[in-house]
């Protein structure tokens, strides 16, 4: 079956310090993976999409992530954090039936000053 | 701005109660999902409905039930309402079923139980 992992629960990093946030998936396929962002009180809103093809995926608000199917990973990074990025991440995975999507538990990320 | 609309933002009833939930879907997109969002159990995906169909089931308790009408809008109806009830319930919605369209989120409605 598969499943999303994401291992950290909490991430705390200073204002303009670089990012990544770990997630790992569990499936025979490649699937199609996504990392969403929530900030407090808000619906989930999608940061970027791997389906195929260039392994360095570029997302919205200066998100990139990297897909590595050797590792079986899908983690999402940023080169400088503003504390406007402070929210919860959910990676994701699909199997292309967008009826098959599963989440990880999140990531809370907190931004210092 | 998702282009998804759940009303209401919030809700407070009691136990034993029967609520419903509305949404909107993003102009053009057929399909429509629920969600479930606890501290205990995560996001969970409920239900999925594709152009009025029911598409796939799952975590969703008998108590719990949806529909899509004819202008694409669904509704989630949550009866005999128990506490553990309580929880942010999401819907999201798609171009299509199979293609690789990502799903856009609503803001929730937020559903306390007294």
């Known amino acids: 079956a598969q499943s999303v992992t994401q291992p950290d629960i909490h991430i705390t990093v200073s204002e303009g310090a670089s990012l990544e946030l770990r997630c790992n998936y569990s499936?025979?396929?490649?699937?199609?993976l996504f990392w969403y962002v929530q900030s407090p009180g808000q619906g989930l809103q999608l940061l970027l999409k791997?389906?195929?093809?260039?392994?360095l995926v570029q997302g919205i608000k200066g998100f990139e992530a990297e897909f590595k199917r050797s590792q079986s990973s899908f983690n999402l990074r940023k080169p400088s954090v503003h504390w406007s990025d402070a929210a919860e991440y959910f990676c994701?995975?699909?199997?292309?039936?967008?009826?098959?999507?599963?989440f990880g538990a999140g990531t809370r990320l907190t931004v210092k000053p | 701005d998702s282009g998804v609309t759940q009303t209401p933002k919030h809700l407070i009833t009691a136990t034993g109660q029967r609520v419903t939930l509305r949404c909107s879907p993003r102009?053009?997109?057929?399909?429509v999902y629920w969600y479930q969002q606890s501290l205990d159990q995560g996001l969970q995906f409920l239900i999925q409905?594709?152009?009025?169909?029911?598409?796939a089931k799952g975590n969703i308790l008998e108590r719990f039930s949806a529909q899509q009408f004819p202008d694409l809008h669904s509704e989630l109806n949550l009866s005999s309402l128990e506490l553990g009830d309580s929880a942010l319930y999401f819907c999201?919605?798609?171009?299509?079923?199979?293609?690789?369209?990502?799903?856009?989120f609503g803001d929730g409605t937020r559903l306390s139980i007294l």
């Open positions: 999201a919605s798609s171009v299509g079923v199979t293609d690789n369209q990502p799903q856009h």
């Open positions: 499936y025979g396929a490649t699937p199609y």
């Open positions: 791997y389906f195929s093809g260039d392994t």
């Open positions: 994701a995975s699909a199997r292309g039936n967008n009826n098959d999507m599963r």
């Open positions: 102009s053009g997109d057929l399909s």
């Open positions: 409905y594709y152009n009025g169909e029911e598409r």
